[in-house]
């Protein structure tokens, strides 16, 4: 079992930025592909970014291409979103999750929420 745990929510103006952090424990961390997901309400769940077991590869869907980074420290077991930029759409409740095969997942976090106002 994987336990994940994010922070780093909160509620920001357009423009700002936020850095998520998720925490992993539970399995060896550097064995596990990680990613980010988000779910604004109304809508389905957006795979926003995905980071390799040794961050070789990366994955960011096209509505945060150049706005949101994604990378991890494996010696801290965790996870970060930066986002930048932040818009009025890219409020939502944005959940960390863990895998074993590359952009599928197996374990989730219960997600920190993302308000960007404008």
């Known amino acids: 079992q994987v336990q994940l745990v994010e922070s780093g929510g909160g509620f920001v103006q357009a423009g700002d930025s936020l850095r998520l952090s998720c925490a992993a424990s539970?399995?060896?961390?550097?064995?596990?592909?990680m990613g980010w997901f988000r779910q604004a309400p109304g809508k389905e769940r957006e795979h926003v970014a995905a980071i390799s077991r040794s961050s070789t590869s990366i994955y960011y869907a096209d509505s945060v291409k150049g706005r949101f980074t994604i990378d991890r420290d494996n010696a801290k077991n965790t996870v970060y979103l930066q986002m930048n930029s932040l818009k009025s759409e890219d409020t939502a409740v944005y959940y960390c999750?863990?895998?074993?095969?590359?952009?599928?997942?197996?374990?989730w976090g219960q997600g920190t929420q993302v308000t960007v106002s404008s």
């Open positions: 999750a863990a895998g074993t095969a590359w952009r599928e997942y197996d374990y």
């Open positions: 539970g399995r060896t961390f550097s064995g596990l592909h």
